[in-house]
């Protein structure tokens, strides 16, 4: 009768999942009470990112005057669709971009305009700090400001 009972009990704490339960809740206090803490707590700690990343855009110039020549390869090459150039010409006959714009919030960062540009004018920054709570369009006078070089 006693073998019957513990028989029956153990059935039950199978069949209920207990001892699954009880084993998960153990793994769970383990790491929480003797684990190393991974939280990094962004305002006062910078996380570290490679220097392959890709960040906020921007315009290389050389002598206050920008590299681009309006050749249109950047746009072309977009997956994203999400640069946006009208080109001009200046005095030496040489294309300048009159507009330029870069929508941030289509922009995929996976970085074939900066590979597709043979003046090696586009860049991307490691500069990871883009939230907004708006549609962000950058525009020329903001991409010739000068980031964090790579």
Not at 23 to 49: A, C, D, H, Q, W
Not at 79 to 92: L, Y
Request: charged residues 30%; glycine residues 6%.
């Amino acid at each position: 009768m006693k073998m019957e009972k513990k028989g029956i009990f153990s059935k039950i704490l199978q069949e209920t999942y207990v001892w699954e339960i009880l084993r998960g809740l153990g793994i769970t206090m383990k790491n929480l009470l003797f684990s190393r803490k991974v939280t990094i707590e962004y305002p006062e700690e910078r996380r570290f990112y490679s220097d392959r990343y890709r960040g906020v855009h921007y315009i290389k110039a050389t002598n206050g005057v920008e590299n681009c020549t309006a050749c249109m390869l950047c746009p072309t090459v977009c997956p994203a669709e999400c640069i946006h150039i009208e080109a001009g010409e200046r005095e030496d006959k040489e294309k300048y971009p009159v507009k330029f714009e870069v929508d941030v919030l289509r922009c995929c960062f996976c970085g074939m305009c900066e590979e597709a540009c043979p003046k090696d004018a586009i860049k991307l920054s490691a500069i990871y700090e883009m939230s907004t709570s708006y549609r962000q369009v950058y525009d020329k006078s903001f991409l010739l400001e000068q980031r964090g070089g790579k």
